[in-house]
Each structure stands twice: as structure tokens, then as C-alpha cells.
């Protein structure tokens, strides 16, 4: 029986790490190819650990005569930002009216709440094209943001309502009772028990945003205005075109989703014991 158990145990920690090494041996060709020579990077045999290392790709990046990556990565920072702080705060919002309050069309909305998903993006842009080019949105960052909240704020709103579900009306009721207006309650009591959820919000908002190329090619002409995903892909079309540069530039674009994640984990275990504790 142990021996079975162990031979179990075998299989199951082998398919783990054959699975580890299948998701990361892209991220490790990125970080090779970034410190690789140009010349050893399109070299045969092909290496995996350089031969010769070198930073300059990553220098290059950040030479503003080469790419001008400093004002992409600006750029997709505030469209990210506004996007995740506007999502989390109608969600909130949203989700507490369809969580707690009851008016006409309450079930319906809430069975709703995917339908802008059954709907390629694609299709919601002509509307909304027209609409931002109306009140005069053409080629700015905040047509990007308002593209990206209508993206987001469905799942966000689903999310925070689900969650709001869960906590016990009671403490509302005693909130009431010492004085809080319902924006106090929801601002003194909801929230803070709801960190976890707000937090996973806040993230899934930033990587769509973050990583948006549809709204941001359409809505957005001026080179200074440019997002990384659209920085990135221009520079495919330049002369300045070097694998490693392109390797290098992926790897700190991707830094803000891995940093944001690692932190959100944190909030979020956190938010679990404290509301714990409280519990």
C-alpha cells in the first residue's frame, strides 16, 4: 500500500514540475535572448545560458533615440490606474445596490451582467467611436479609459456583489443604529470587510487594461500617446528591430502585473485574517 501511495506521490510531482518547466521555458528564452550578443542570439547552435552576457539591450530600451519606452510605459501605467481605481469605486458602488437594495429590474440586471461579453469588442467599436469622437475624445488617453471601464465594469460589478452577498446584514443594521449614512456604511463597514474582493477587482482591471491593443490602436494616433502593447508592436516595423531588445522591453513590461500580483496576494491574506479575527 505505501508503496503504491509513493509511486503515487512520484507521478503526481513529476506532471507538476513537467508542467512548470512547459509554462516557464518561454519566460526563461526571454530573460536568455535579453542578455545574449545580437550575434550569438541569431547564432547556430542556438544556447539557452549566453555565453556572453550583456546589459545593453536593456540600456537601449531606455534610450529614447531607440524607443521610447519611458513615455509607453507612462502611458499604459495612467490608463491602468484610472481604469482599476474607476472599476473598483463603481464597483463598489454597483454591487452594493444590487447586493442590498431592491427595485424594479434587480433580477434582471443581474442576469445580465455578461451580456456585453457575448459581444466581440470589436462590434463596440463603430458606437463607440462615434460617441467619443462627439464629444471631442479623438486621439487622447482618457477615450482609451472609458473604452476599458465599459470592458471592465460588468465582471467588476458581478464580483463585488457576489462578495457583498456574504456579509452578514446585521452589521450594516448596527452601523445604522450608531449613526452611518448609507454611503458611511458602505464606505466604514463594507469595504474594509471586503478588501480581498476589491483587490481582485483592482488587479483584473489593470492586466486587461494594461494589456488592451483593440481601443488603444483605434483611438489613439500620436506617437507620444502610444500604450506598450502598441509601442511593442511598432517596433517590429523600425530599423531598430533586435530580438533582444524586444526580449528585454517584454520582460520589464511585464514587471508591473507580476509586482501587482505578488502584492495583491498579500492584501488579500490580509484581508482573509483580519476579517477572520473580526469574525
Not at 434587480?106 to 469588442?121: D, I, Q, T
Not at 452601523?175 to 458611511?184: A, E, I, K, W, Y
Not at 463594507?190 to 494594461?210: C, E, N, T
Request: glycine share 6%; hydrophobic share 50%.
Amino acid at each position: 500500500m505505501n508503496k503504491k501511495k509513493t509511486l503515487s506521490n512520484i507521478w503526481f510531482y513529476f506532471r507538476v514540475i513537467l508542467l512548470c518547466v512547459v509554462l516557464l521555458f518561454p519566460f526563461v528564452i526571454m530573460v536568455s535572448i535579453s542578455l545574449k550578443t545580437t550575434a550569438e542570439t541569431i547564432g547556430f547552435p542556438p544556447t539557452i545560458i549566453p555565453r556572453s552576457w550583456t546589459l545593453v539591450h536593456f540600456r537601449d530600451i531606455f534610450n529614447p533615440r531607440i524607443f521610447p519606452f519611458l513615455q509607453y510605459f507612462k502611458n499604459s501605467l495612467y490608463i491602468a490606474l484610472v481604469v482599476s481605481v474607476v472599476a473598483v469605486f463603481l464597483g463598489v458602488l454597483g454591487g452594493y445596490a444590487l447586493s442590498r437594495l431592491r427595485f424594479r429590474g434587480r433580477n434582471a440586471m443581474n442576469e445580465m451582467f455578461f451580456l456585453v461579453y457575448m459581444f466581440s469588442g470589436i462590434l463596440l467599436i463603430v458606437p463607440l467611436y462615434k460617441m467619443l469622437v462627439t464629444v471631442g475624445m479623438r486621439n487622447t488617453r482618457e477615450a482609451v479609459i472609458a473604452c476599458m471601464i465599459v470592458q471592465t465594469l460588468p465582471t467588476a460589478i458581478y464580483m463585488t456583489r457576489s462578495y457583498f452577498d456574504t456579509i452578514p446584514k446585521e452589521l450594516e443594521e448596527a452601523g445604522r443604529v450608531d449613526g452611518l449614512s448609507r454611503m458611511g456604511t458602505i464606505f466604514r463597514i463594507i469595504v474594509p470587510l471586503s478588501v480581498s474582493s476589491l483587490v481582485s477587482v483592482f488587479v483584473y482591471a489593470f492586466m486587461i487594461a494594461w494589456n488592451d491593443v483593440l481601443f488603444a490602436s483605434i483611438f489613439i494616433d500620436s506617437s507620444e500617446l502610444l500604450t506598450i502593447p502598441i509601442g511593442l508592436n511598432s517596433l517590429f516595423n523600425t530599423p531598430d528591430y533586435i530580438w533582444g531588445r524586444m526580449m528585454a522591453a517584454s520582460l520589464i513590461t511585464s514587471l508591473p502585473v507580476v509586482v501587482m500580483y505578488a502584492f495583491s496576494q498579500k492584501l488579500i491574506r490580509a484581508g482573509q485574517i483580519e476579517g477572520g479575527i473580526k469574525g
